[in-house]
Nanobody, 127 residues
């Protein structure tokens, strides 16, 4: 089992940047495909980005392509989400998720595919 803890959220003006971190404990994160999801008020949780165990496969939802970058440091058991050119519509609670994967190149984009979730960190982008 793995425990996930997000950090790095906050309030930022439109056009600004934030870097979210997700620290994994309990099991080595290198065995897990990792993902970021977000949920805005009165909206369903949506996929943002995912990265394979090896880091070689990465997916982004279309609305963040070119602005967000997901990365991982397996030595530190940490996954990052660098968010640039933030927009008010990026305002949401951001969740880190993990799921054990036996294939080093597998990524998942559905929340039902993830077994472990963090508590979330609030990101608010003001206009």
């Amino acid at each position: 089992q793995v425990q996930l803890a997000e950090s790095g959220g906050g309030l930022v003006q439109a056009g600004g940047s934030l870097r979210l971190s997700c620290a994994a404990s309990g099991r080595t994160s290198s065995s897990y495909t990792m993902g970021w999801f977000r949920q805005a008020p009165v909206k369903e949780r949506e996929f943002v980005a995912a990265i394979s165990r090896s880091g070689s496969n990465i997916y982004y939802t279309d609305s963040v392509k070119g602005r967000f970058t997901i990365s991982r440091d397996n030595a530190k058991n940490t996954v990052y989400l660098q968010m640039n050119s933030l927009k008010p519509e990026d305002t949401a609670v951001y969740y880190c998720a993990a799921t054990r994967s036996y294939n080093t190149n597998t990524v998942y984009r559905e929340d039902r595919d993830y077994s472990y979730w963090g508590q979330g960190t609030q990101v608010t982008v003001s206009s």
